[in-house]
């Protein structure tokens, strides 16, 4: 979600400084603020070291990358916030040369033809159109399939197929021109949350999500507050005693987990933040959004290589 479009525009004119970048869809609603989900970005290279690299403008201007979540081959959701934890932005930046990943389409190419938008770098408006058909196969979207194929076809069903075996691997060629000549692609069975995972062994390996525990005499109703104050930049949780099988099912996705009281498992909280009578709960959100700062960082120098 987008709460705060300032950390949209600071996040991307950083990110055009150091590499090359065209935003996927809706570029005119992006330059305008009138996005209020997330934004989707192509860029020329691993989306770790680019935000690594990005690090020092980001940090400039006051934005915090809070959490990183690897949900694709290539494909990286990153969650911003700014240092009050007030504001928050979602973007999605994919890298994807050769198509592997579950669209199939090849960012290199996409680059190679997009131009000037309103604002920012944007992707070729049939491009856009055979990857708006492509995005909503996959999450079964049979309405947004429809409309997508009669703008693609717009162009012209043979500029549109050819231009399709141009940006996709061969798996999604076959969908997208199943599409396009108006055949229904083959349903697909949603895969169940653990075997989902097996399939992206990423998102096994990769604990994504952040615990904060709280400990002091005001941490049982600080608590709520704080995970209530968080829940406009991402999807937060609270847990008295947490079980195990509770953070199995929330730190292994992109939320914040919030707990106090006693933890009885191996695993260990990212960070135990102190809450007393005497503190704020902006002090306190302060003090999680640096946090949840550090570990990203942490994971960008250990992933990327960058130092």
Not at 82 to 108: C, K, M
Request: hydrophobic share 40%; net charge positive.
């Amino acid at each position: 979600m987008i709460t705060d479009f300032e950390l949209v525009d600071a996040v991307l004119s950083a990110v055009e400084r150091v590499a090359q970048m065209a935003v996927l869809h809706r570029e005119r609603d992006v330059a305008e603020h009138a996005v209020e989900s997330d934004v989707d970005v192509c860029i020329d290279e691993d989306a770790l070291a680019v935000v690594s690299a990005a690090g020092p403008c980001l940090e400039a201007a006051g934005v915090m990358p809070i959490l990183v979540f690897h949900y694709d081959r290539g494909s990286y959701s990153f969650f911003f916030s700014n240092e009050a934890g007030s504001g928050g932005a979602q973007i999605d930046f994919l890298h994807d040369p050769r198509g592997a990943g579950r669209y199939g389409v090849r960012t290199d190419e996409l680059l190679r033809n997009s131009s000037s938008g309103v604002r920012w770098p944007r992707i070729d408006r049939l491009d856009e159109t055979l990857y708006v058909l492509r995005k909503a196969q996959v999450k079964r979207d049979r309405t947004r399939v429809a409309s997508a194929r009669e703008e693609a076809l717009a162009h012209g069903v043979e500029r549109a197929s050819r231009r399709a075996r141009e940006i996709f691997a061969p798996r999604a060629v076959a969908a997208v021109s199943a599409a396009l000549a108006g055949y229904e692609s083959p349903r697909l069975r949603a895969p169940s949350l653990w075997r989902s995972r097996l399939m992206r062994p990423s998102r096994v390996f990769h604990r994504c999500g952040f615990w904060a525990h709280l400990s002091g005499d005001s941490a049982s109703w600080k608590a709520s507050d704080l995970s209530e104050r968080m829940s406009h930049l991402i999807a937060s949780r609270t847990a008295v005693d947490p079980s195990l099988s509770f953070l199995l099912r929330n730190l292994w996705r992109p939320r914040l987990v919030v707990s106090v009281g006693q933890r009885k498992t191996w695993l260990r909280p990212d960070a135990v933040i102190p809450a007393t009578a005497g503190e704020g709960s902006d002090e306190l959100t302060s003090q999680l959004v640096v946090s949840m700062r550090r570990k990203v960082f942490s994971t960008l120098k250990l992933e990327s290589g960058v130092n």
